[in-house]
Nanobody, 121 residues
Framework: QVQLVESGGGLVQPGGSLGLSCAASGSIFVIYTMGWYRQAPGKQRELVARITRGASTNYADSVKGRFTISRDNAKNTVYLQMNSLKPEDTAVYYC???????????????WGQGTQVTVSS
């Protein structure tokens, strides 16, 4: 199996910064795209940012210029640096990864358990 473990969530004041990380472990041959999603109470889960193995990125319009996604392929880890946080960024943040577990097999998508980010004064 493959496990994704997020860390770094918490409470931060508006305008503050927070960094998230997500480490993948287990039966991994290669990881393609990794991403961060979020889900606020009463809302659907939405894409925040994602990054390919070659480091191409795309972001939700609501976070462009404030959030930065990066990854360390050697560590199977993806990061999300969040700056200029707003109350509307409050949500549970989930990472996911498209993982090939064995050469010759298709990729499967795995999710982390989520980490709470609360932006409030």
């Amino acid at each position: 199996q493959v496990q994704l473990v997020e860390s770094g969530g918490g409470l931060v004041q508006p305008g503050g910064s927070l960094g998230l990380s997500c480490a993948a472990s287990g039966s991994i041959f290669v990881i393609y795209t990794m991403g961060w999603y979020r889900q606020a109470p009463g809302k659907q889960r939405e894409l925040v940012a994602r990054i390919t193995r070659g480091a191409s990125t795309n972001y939700a319009d609501s976070v462009k210029g404030r959030f930065t996604i990066s990854r360390d392929n050697a560590k199977n880890t993806v990061y999300l640096q969040m700056n200029s946080l707003k109350p509307e960024d409050t949500a549970v943040y989930y990472c996911n990864a498209d993982v090939v577990r064995e050469l010759g097999y298709p990729s499967l998508t795995f999710w982390g358990q989520g980490t709470q980010v609360t932006v409030s004064s």
